[in-house]
């Protein structure tokens, strides 16, 4: 997507599975209607599942696993948004599905991308292996991105007034308007 080419504004939307993120996601189709949304999610291979202190290898099947589960991410937070946002389509046996059927060719280094047709959006997912602010700011860096909306606070975020560190990060270092929702 590129927004100088269509002249559609590219917003992305990090997404980690907490509920200031959701509410960041909705924010940006509510307050932006047309946009063409990135909904992104970094991969972070330092987070420890459950407070274990053993490190999982970085191989190929744990890549794979991490894919999987960005994607489960990814289908919870377009399942979650109010049905009047959701796009439906009629596929060719007539059933009723979600626009977001497609899926480009992938491998362990490149996830599969999805594309999904809301009622007044279109929202791309990506991933990318690292740290959520490092990730993010190289997303922004590296893709034609004109605004971040991003919650305020992720899944690790202790609950206080100000903001997250990732947001934090974020709003330093881009140079694109950024939007923090709580």
Known sequence: MSSHDTGTVTILVPHDGSDPAQAAFEYAIETFPGADLV????????????ATDERTPLTDRWLEVQHARATDLFEAAIADLPVDVVRESESE????????????????????NRRYELESNSVETATSVGSPAQSIVAYVDDNDIDQVVLGSRGRGGVPAPQIGSTAEIVVKRVAVPVTVVR
């Not at 909904?39 to 459950?50: N, V």
């Not at 046996?93 to 599969?112: F, K, L, M, N, Q």
Request: glycine fraction near 12%; charge should be negative; charged fraction near 20%.
């Open 93 to 112: 046996g007539g059933d009723a599905v979600s626009s977001g059927e497609g899926r480009e060719e992938s491998t362990a280094s490149t996830p599969p």
């Open 39 to 50: 909904l992104f999610h970094a991969i972070d291979p330092f987070d420890l599942p459950h």
